[in-house]
């Protein structure tokens, strides 16, 4: 318990240092791909090589979080979001939707791989996330469901 506590508590204070030297993107991108990271990381091992596991993507999680975050501006996050929220609502598992900054010329896309629902009705999809900066492309994947008001909202 003591080993866990330990390395949880090293692998939460080098992401943090990790996000705070950047601005609120680079930082939002550290958080986001430490905790996406983390989720990825813990799906291996057992016991003290689980934990490592979660260490490990916690931490690529965050260096890579951090660098795409750095990277993308406002209006390729409002695309990347419209694409994601239509793709989500719209699209067949498999078929994805793509964005494009001309300004930036940073793109992206987003592909629903598989639709579930949960025990309390609601519905939620797998997807693909995709972040193509300069030569630089990105994979990430992740849970969203539908809210009441008809968005998707991330929840893995």
């Given at each position: 318990m003591f080993k866990k506590s330990l390395v949880l508590m090293a692998v939460a204070v080098l992401v943090s240092g990790c996000g705070s030297t950047g601005g609120p993107k680079q930082t939002g991108g550290a958080l986001l791909g430490g905790i996406g990271g983390a989720a990825i990381g813990s799906?291996?091992?057992?016991?003290?090589?689980?934990?490592?596991g979660v260490a490990?993507?916690?931490?690529?999680?965050?260096?890579?979080?951090?660098?795409?975050?750095a990277s993308l501006d406002k209006a390729d996050k409002m695309y990347a979001n419209q694409t994601?929220?239509?793709?989500?609502?719209?699209?067949?598992?498999?078929?994805?939707?793509?964005w494009s900054n001309p300004d930036s010329g940073h793109s992206g896309a987003v592909v629903p791989t598989k639709t579930f629902q949960t025990n309390s009705g609601q519905y939620c999809r797998e997807f693909t996330?995709?972040?193509?900066?300069?030569?630089?492309?990105?994979?990430?994947?992740?849970?969203?469901?539908?809210?009441?008001?008809?968005?998707?909202?991330?929840?893995?």
């Open positions: 799906q291996f091992g057992k016991g003290d090589g689980q934990l490592v490990a993507g916690t931490l690529l999680g965050a260096l890579i979080g951090s660098e795409v975050g994601a929220q239509s793709a989500l609502e719209s699209n067949p598992t498999g078929q994805g939707g793509s996330q995709t972040v193509q900066i300069g030569n630089d492309i990105q994979e990430a994947y992740g849970t969203a469901c539908r809210q009441p008001d008809g968005t998707w909202k991330i929840v893995q």
